[in-house]
Every structure is written in structure tokens, then in C-alpha cells.
Nanobody, 124 residues
Framework: QVQLVESGGGLVQAGGSLRLSCLAS??????MAWFRQAPGKEREFVAA????????SYADSVKGRFTISRENAKNTVYLQMNSLKPEDAAVYYC???????????????????WGQGTQVTVSS
């Protein structure tokens, strides 16, 4: 069982930065990911990181602007978001999947555990 708690969302101007955090408890040797969901849209993959190896994967829409990282000693995964755009506004969710799940999967159905989400608002 894994419990996930996100924090760090808020309101930022376009071009600004935010850092999201996801604190994991319980079994923590899972692949971790960030997804986002804007109003009226499906939840979409943003980035993922292996808990042990540090390999990362990004959606094309955020590549070069967002960075996923983890600090295992604190059981925390981060999403550093730079050069934010209005289209990045969404509820951001942290998710976890067992390490034997295919690496880099972007399907929500492959992630077993989810946080409650944190709102990111980007003003133009």
C-alpha cells in the first residue's frame, strides 16, 4: 500500500516557475509519475521517474521545461516546472506503479496509487 500527498500548487504568472512535491509513505520502491487534468479534458501523463534507477520520461509538451526528480531519503518526488504556460494549468496528480510495470507507461490504468491532486493556475 502506498499513500501519496501532493503539495506546492498555486497561482503563477505565465513564464514563472513552481515546484510540486509528492510525499510517499508505505511501500516506496515504486515508479513515480506526475499526471495532470484540466477541466473538460482527460488526465494526461506529464513525467515519470524510476525510484531506484533515476531514469526519467517526459511528455513532449513539457520536455525541456519540467524536471522530475526524487529524494529517496525523504520519500519525496518533485516536479520542477519552469516557463509555465496558461495551457499548463490543471490539477496535478502524483501516481505510483510497481517497479515491474512496463517502464515509461503513460496509461492511467497502469498506476495503482494516486494522490488527491494539487491545483496549478497560470495567468496570462
Amino acid at each position: 500500500q502506498v499513500q501519496l500527498v501532493e503539495s506546492g500548487g498555486g497561482l503563477v504568472q505565465a513564464g514563472g516557475s513552481l515546484r510540486l512535491s509528492c510525499l510517499a509513505s508505505g511501500r516506496t520502491s515504486y515508479t513515480m509519475a506526475w499526471f495532470r487534468q484540466a477541466p473538460g479534458k482527460e488526465r494526461e501523463f506529464v513525467a515519470a521517474i524510476r525510484w531506484s534507477g533515476g531514469s526519467t520520461s517526459y511528455a513532449d509538451s513539457v520536455k525541456g521545461r519540467f524536471t522530475i526528480s526524487r529524494e529517496n531519503a525523504k520519500n519525496t518526488v518533485y516536479l520542477q516546472m519552469n516557463s509555465l504556460k496558461p495551457e499548463d494549468a490543471a490539477v496535478y496528480y502524483c501516481a505510483a506503479t510497481p517497479p515491474n510495470t512496463g517502464w515509461g507507461t503513460r496509461a492511467t490504468r497502469d498506476y495503482d496509487y494516486w494522490g488527491q491532486g494539487t491545483q496549478v493556475t497560470v495567468s496570462s
